[in-house]
């Protein structure tokens, strides 16, 4: 008789507290199912009109761009550094739901995987050999030298390390700290309670939400997109297969259903799993090529790239073409910051959903050190071994540039020993990358769409999935997938002033935040200890003129505490 009416409340706070938002769902959808109609119907006359939005933005905005990139790394390093590191993304006697090992393996392969496997070879060798003005980075020399070489390595860094991941990290941490600490559910509106007040639940919160889902359903969408190319590019290197279009939408229809089945059974089974083995696969993969590889060379290459990056960051952080190179920063750099930021949604949403329970400063030091070494590692050995092979004249990769970067990972796979088992490792890499970053994505606007429940109903998340591998295929059959890459990163240009947003929203939160939260752990439990002995030392005087006796004032003696405090 009991059974029902104890499960009924259980149903109630799962279904009562967390609806499905009409407004946010409805609106996001329309307005997806709109721009893929149009993609599909005048794929041309859309890549025309984003590419002209595109090409204005840039230009005119692109100082922007760096400014706040720059911004974005300066804010995230002074909370690392201050007390305010010393915060929880959750009440101070939160713990870490994750293992360190898990929650870095999730974070990177929803971050950047499928772009590391894609540009890991083909951005340094890009650089290299490119002849075009607008890929041809500042300072580099005549293609094909050392010289020119080191220039590569220098920029790959640049464009994969520090400022992509404080990016994620402002806004990730934004959302972690309203989400846990403040209880303001995990949605990207939800970090604007100190400036809008009750509006955030509003309208003008809403909308912050349905342009969240929006870059997050096409940013993925379009990821998608390169990931299913590089992975027929694999089929046809290893089956001969050809790259017909029929096969890529294949494989994003496979796909599809393995990441609609991860992400359906939540982040600590279906994602967790998924991330932790490709972190496994790509450490098998990196750690053959260095030791099959050039591996002094490579080492070399890590030393002299790192040297070279840290020492050139600042000129390259506010480099903005008054004086030169700016067809190369519009089409390298401001491309990538624009990218990255219509990322943000997606990814700060999911880190800030595996953060719970971190300190401020180990978010920091987590999201933006710790993926942009193992970025730099990466670099290294991938392009690295690529670039050795150029410049010894082993293997000219200008041609398969030439035809498209997809290829370039399997063909410099095919200069190594066991190449017919690294190019089947790398596509499972893609595979993997691919499934984990798409029901990483499915979750997220699974909680944008239901008010910030961390385990959205499962119908939601499969119709965002679905969406997903939707989108990818038939916009890359209708061959749109290029100007709906360039109308995501048109997203970014509003949604970049959000985020600046959101940091300010941060920091008038921190800033009236008790000053005992803002003590390191120790400093601060030994505070407290001292408040509650002084608090009973001063109960145990006063009540001593009543009669009590000053050993035993709520069951604890003044003694008893001396004894613990010695």
Same mark, same amino acid.
């Given at each position: 008789? =009991? ?21 946010? *769902?409805?609106?996001?959808? =329309? ?22 939005? !595109? ?77 075009? $003005? ?46 846990? %600490? ?22 003008? &919160? ?7 889902? *929006?870059?997050?359903?096409? =940013?993925? $969408?379009?990821?998608? &997109? ?61 750690? *053959? ?18 040297? =070279? ?43 800030? %959903?595996?953060?719970?329970? %971190? ?29 050795? !092979? ?30 017919? +088992? ?11 990358? *691919? ?40 916009? !890359? ?12 990163? +048109? ?19 921190? %800033? ?6 803002? !003590? ?47």
């Amino acid at each position: 008789m =009991g059974g029902p009416d104890t499960a009924e409340p259980a149903r109630e706070e799962r279904e009562g507290h967390f609806p499905l938002d009409k407004v946010t *769902f409805g609106v996001a959808a =329309g307005l997806a199912i709109a721009f893929l109609a149009w993609g599909t119907l005048d794929s041309s006359g859309m890549g025309t009109t984003t590419g002209n939005i !595109l090409s204005w933005l840039t230009t005119t905005f692109g100082w922007l761009f760096i400014l706040v990139s720059a911004s974005f790394l300066l804010f995230s390093a002074y909370l690392a550094v201050t007390r305010y590191g010393n915060i929880k993304l959750g009440p101070d006697d939160s713990e870490p739901e994750f293992s360190t090992f898990s929650w870095v393996s999730m974070m990177f392969a929803t971050g950047m995987g499928i772009g590391l496997m894609f540009w890991g070879v083909a951005e340094p060798l890009t650089y290299l050999t490119a002849t075009d $003005a607008s890929s041809i980075p500042p300072g580099r020399g005549e293609a094909g030298t050392a010289d020119s070489a080191r220039v590569a390595m220098e920029y790959a860094f640049f464009h994969w390390g520090f400022h992509p991941w404080s990016m994620y990290a402002v806004i990730g941490l934004s959302i972690g700290y309203f989400a846990y %600490r403040k209880g303001a559910g995990n949605l990207v509106s939800g970090a604007f309670g100190p400036l809008l007040g009750k509006r955030a639940k509003e309208g003008p &919160g809403k909308a912050i939400d349905v342009i969240a889902i *929006f870059a997050t359903l096409f =940013g993925s $969408a379009t990821s998608l &997109g390169l990931g299913a190319l590089q992975i027929t590019g694999g089929l046809d290197d290893v089956f001969g297969s050809g790259k017909s279009k029929w096969l890529t939408v294949a494989v994003i229809a496979v796909l599809t259903l393995c990441f609609v089945l991860s992400a359906v059974t939540g982040v600590e089974k279906g994602v967790q799993f998924l991330s932790n083995a490709n972190a496994i696969a790509a450490v098998l993969l990196v750690f *053959f090529l260095f030791i099959v590889g050039p591996t002094v060379f490579i080492l070399s290459t890590f030393t002299e790239s790192l040297g =070279g990056y840290l020492t050139h960051l600042p000129t390259m952080t506010f480099r903005a073409g008054a004086f030169g190179n700016s067809e190369f920063l519009s089409t390298w750099t401001i491309f990538y910051w624009a990218w990255w930021i219509s990322w943000t949604p997606f990814v700060g949403m999911f880190i800030a %959903r595996i953060s719970k329970g %971190r300190t401020i400063r180990q978010f920091v030091v987590y999201v933006i050190l710790v993926p942009s070494i193992v970025s730099f590692v990466w670099f290294s050995i991938l392009g690295g071994s690529a670039i050795d !092979l150029q410049l010894t004249g082993a293997k000219d990769f200008t041609d398969e540039l030439a035809a498209g970067s997809e290829g370039a990972l399997f063909s410099m796979l095919r200069e190594y020993p066991l190449a017919s +088992i690294t190019v089947v490792l790398a596509v499972f890499l893609v595979a993997i990358f *691919f499934i984990t970053g798409a029901d990483s994505a499915s979750i997220v606007m699974g909680m944008l769409s239901q008010n910030g429940k961390e385990e959205p109903m499962r119908w939601l998340v499969i119709f965002w999935g679905v969406a997903q591998g939707a989108v990818a295929a038939v916009l !890359l059959f209708s061959g749109g997938l290029g100007a709906l890459q360039t109308l995501v990163i +048109i997203v970014a240009g509003p949604f970049m002033l959000v985020i600046c947003a959101m940091c300010v929203s941060l920091m008038k939160a921190l %800033r009236a935040e008790p000053y005992e939260s803002t !003590l390191p752990p120790r400093v601060r439990r030994a505070v407290l200890h001292a408040q509650r002995y002084d608090s009973l030392e001063h109960h145990t005087v006063a009540l001593a003129g009543y009669g009590a006796e000053p050993e035993e004032v709520n069951g604890t003696s003044v003694a008893d505490e001396d004894e613990s405090r010695a």
